[in-house]
Nanobody, 126 residues
Framework: VQLQASGGGLVQTGGSLSLSCAAS????????ICWFRQAPGKEREGVSCIRRSDRKIYYAGSVKGRFTISRDNAKNTVYLHMNSLEPEDTAVYYCAAGAVSPITSSWASPGTYDIWGQGTLVTVSS
């Protein structure tokens, strides 16, 4: 059971970056897949989730309109396309999965998910 996140890097304010999360070892279709991030000295926070079954999408208010999550079932991969990046977006980004159907009050809680990738660093310079 593995999630492999990639695509992080250094980008200037206003730039774009796309992250990928490749999954293996579990029944992909039965899992909700999410992106979280953790900045230095801060708690891990939910960025976006795409729910299993109905593919409902959640976004944190701070990224809505700038980030887009998508899912390619043929490749067992979830993407996070990030536009108009700001220094406040600097963090280690993690993908996570859980055999759950989260709702508005639970999708952004790290404890909802039990499979985590290793993280990829995104640095936005001002």
């Amino acid at each position: 059971v593995q999630l492999q996140a990639s695509g992080g890097g250094l980008v200037q304010t206003g730039g774009s970056l796309s992250l990928s999360c490749a999954a293996s070892g579990f029944s992909w279709d039965y899992y909700t897949i999410c992106w979280f991030r953790q900045a230095p000295g801060k708690e891990r926070e939910g960025v976006s989730c795409i729910r299993r079954s109905d593919r409902k999408i959640y976004y944190a208010g701070s990224v809505k309109g700038r980030f887009t999550i998508s899912r390619d079932n043929a490749k067992n991969t979830v993407y996070l396309h990030m536009n108009s990046l700001e220094p406040e977006d600097t963090a280690v980004y993690y993908c996570a999965a859980g055999a759950v159907s989260p709702i508005t009050s639970s999708w952004a809680s790290p404890g909802t998910y039990d499979i985590w990738g290793q993280g990829t660093l995104v640095t936005v310079s001002s």
